[in-house]
């Protein structure tokens, strides 16, 4: 099954999908296999995994009530086999408990900013539209990109956008805008835009795309907490996982990856004292990894799908169970 059989509505394609359908697919051989989407987004995974399997149950979460509405839709043909909740992935331990599922099959991270979120103009996640600053998945919480950027310190705002932007130039960009806010508030996407491009020096901004970008992934990952969700998210999933279980994380920068990344070695090291001339059973990994490294789309489905650039897929399996 290839992805181009599944393009999302207005020509999206889910990244990596036949990837992530080979990874998972072992898992979800038995009589009653249930998957948990922690980030369904327009639901192009969910929608070709219950396709793939027709014993299958879905439990889709996501905090933006247009991905939960559409994906509903989306996933219409597949309603008795689906629970779809609104709901932050860290919350993944109540959702499972609430749906009284003590251990699941699998779960799925697409993690980073949905198609709809990017694409809608008036939520302000993108630099290619003007619309107000507002950058949040869940429309309903009170922390926007317009607090974020007219009301933290300068050592704030040189924080966020070194540690979630990789931004070089982090404290001139914060400087810059202290200094603009100071005049009046930045309340627009192309407002913010044109002050990062000033700060950013000449030579480096003709190089490496829009100079706002890493600035617009800063303020959304801090408006989100969407590395503190992750952080708490993943071992929670981990820990749901049956025996011979999987896990398939999608990343689409560094600082996921990162924390993807940790989370999967930690659990697949053996944690006993070195040198011992026999592993000790309650010191073996529970987990092992089914990627070298971090696995990243081929050169066909980038031409294809630009959003798929920067993704990178790591997945384990559970091997033992907790001691």
Known sequence: MHAENHAEPGGHV????HR??????????????????????????????????????????DRDP??????????????????LVRAVS???PEVLERSGLARVDAVLFDLGVSSPQLDEAGRGFAYSYDAPLDMRMDPEQE??????VNTYSEGELTRILRDYGEERFASRVARFLIREREQDPVTSTKRLAEIV?????AATRRTGGNPAKRTFQALR?????????????????LDALSVGGRVVVLSYHSLE????????????????????????????PRFRLLTRGAELPDEEEVARNPRATSARLRAAERIREPE
């Open 14 to 17: 889910p990244v990596m999908l």
């Open 20 to 61: 992530v359908l080979e990874l998972l697919a072992p898992a979800l051989a038995g009589p009653s296999p249930v998957l948990v989407d922690a980030n369904l987004g327009l639901g192009g995974h969910a929608e070709a995994l219950l396709a793939a399997h027709p014993a299958l149950h879905l439990v889709g979460i």
């Open 66 to 83: 247009t991905a939960i509405e559409r994906s509903t839709l989306r996933l219409a043909p597949y309603a008795g086999r689906t629970t």
């Open 90 to 92: 860290d919350e993944l």
């Open 143 to 148: 922390l926007t990109a317009h607090v974020v």
């Open 197 to 201: 491009r000033d700060a950013i020096p």
């Open 221 to 237: 990952i801090e408006v989100n907490g969407e590395l503190t969700a992750l952080e708490r998210a993943l071992p929670a999933a």
């Open 257 to 284: 990856d990162r924390l993807s990344k940790q989370a999967l070695t930690a659990r697949t090291r053996d944690t006993g004292p070195p040198g011992l001339p026999v592993p000790l059973p309650a010191h073996q």
